[in-house]
Each structure stands twice: as C-alpha cells, then as structure tokens.
C-alpha cells in the first residue's frame, strides 16, 4: 500500500468504496450531466476533494492557472505495484472551449505531480489519463472559418477556437503551451448517453 498517504489531510484525499459521482449543471440549457465512475478492482482514491474549496479553483496558489477539473481520482493496483491517475472534465461541446480545457486538464495534471511528490512516488511509473465526457464533438464555427473566400465567423461572448486546436483535438490530443514550454495532454473522449433532454450520463467502469 502507499504508506506515506497518511501524510495528505482526511478531506483531501479519499478511499473509495462506492462510486463516485460527477456532475455538472449547464444553466443556459438546463441540462445536468452526470457520470458515474465504478471500481472494478484495486483501491480507487478520490483526490482534491475538498468540501471547503471551489470546485473549478486552483489548489496551488503559487501556480499560474487558477483553473481545475471537474475530478481526479486514482487507481492503486497493489499487485502490480501500479497507479492509473485520471483527471477528468464533463463539457457539453468541449471544441467550443478547447483554450480552457487545456488549461483545466493540465492544472489538474501539475496538481498530481505535486502530491505524487509529496506521496514519494515515481512519476514515471504513473499513467495518466485524460477523459473528457462529453455531449456533441464537432465546431461549426472552425470548419466554416476554413473555407476559403467567406468572411470569418467569431460568436459573442464565446471563446475563439484556435484551428490547430481543434485539428489536434480530431486526433485526441491537445498541446499545453506557454513560453518555451509545452506537454501533450491525450484524449479519451466518452459520448454521453441521452437519458432526456434535460440529461445525460455515463458509467464508467475502470
């Protein structure tokens, strides 16, 4: 087992027996998106789990992004002396927001480093996954501003779309990027299912 968790706090940190639970509330459709995360062997640990703080917050307040996902958690196999770390996002039409999904997703990776460091554990040795739940997969918008000769389309209000972003986004993967620096973040992407108009889900089994 990791002997050094006991070095974490109790609400930052957490062994789960039952599933646990992602939701998210987008207001402006009134839509709920919920996935379900199961356990189907191992010790599964629910990580940055705070009650105190704000979901989407950074927990490192010297670090740059103030951004976060909406979950991590960890898979322990003792027997293989393994960790599959997963750090997840729910979007309804993530290409829509590709700038802030990369900045979330790659918070959510530099916070795991940090506590893996702290645990004593090998970063090499840990394999990192990064599934987005999602809605609808496609970007109008990007694939209109492609053609030639047509005056290019910007929405109000909504976050500018890079192309290369989401050319890299179509082969699932997405480029953090700032100064001299950068880190490929690849992508599992899960289609939600359609419950009602009001809902969708998603049950994972990992």
């Not at 645990?119 to 209109?144: A, G, H, M, S, T």
């Amino acid at each position: 087992m990791i002997t050094s968790l006991e070095l974490i706090n109790e609400e930052s940190i957490k062994l789960k027996e039952d599933p646990i639970n992602v939701e998210e509330f987008i207001s402006e459709f009134n839509l709920w998106m919920k996935v379900k995360i199961k356990n189907a062997n191992g010790s599964l640990y629910h990580i940055f789990c705070e009650p105190s703080s704000k979901i989407e917050e950074s927990r490192i307040k010297f670090f740059s992004l103030n951004n976060f996902p909406d979950c991590i958690f960890f898979k322990y196999d003792q027997e293989e002396n393994t960790i599959d770390c997963y750090i997840c996002e729910l979007k309804k039409k993530p290409s829509n927001q590709l700038k802030k999904l990369k900045n979330q997703l790659f918070s959510g990776f530099i916070h795991c480093k940090a506590l893996f460091s702290i645990l004593d554990l090998n970063i090499e040795q840990i394999n990192f996954k990064f599934p987005v739940y999602l809605i609808e997969d496609n970007n109008i918008e990007v694939e209109y501003n492609k053609l030639n000769g047509r005056p290019k389309k910007v929405t109000p209000g909504r976050e500018v779309t890079e192309p290369t972003d989401f050319e890299n986004w179509k082969q699932n993967k997405l480029i953090y990027s700032k100064g001299g620096y950068s880190y490929n973040i690849n992508i599992d992407k899960y289609q939600m299912n359609k419950v009602s108009e009001e809902l969708y889900t998603y049950e994972h089994i990992i």
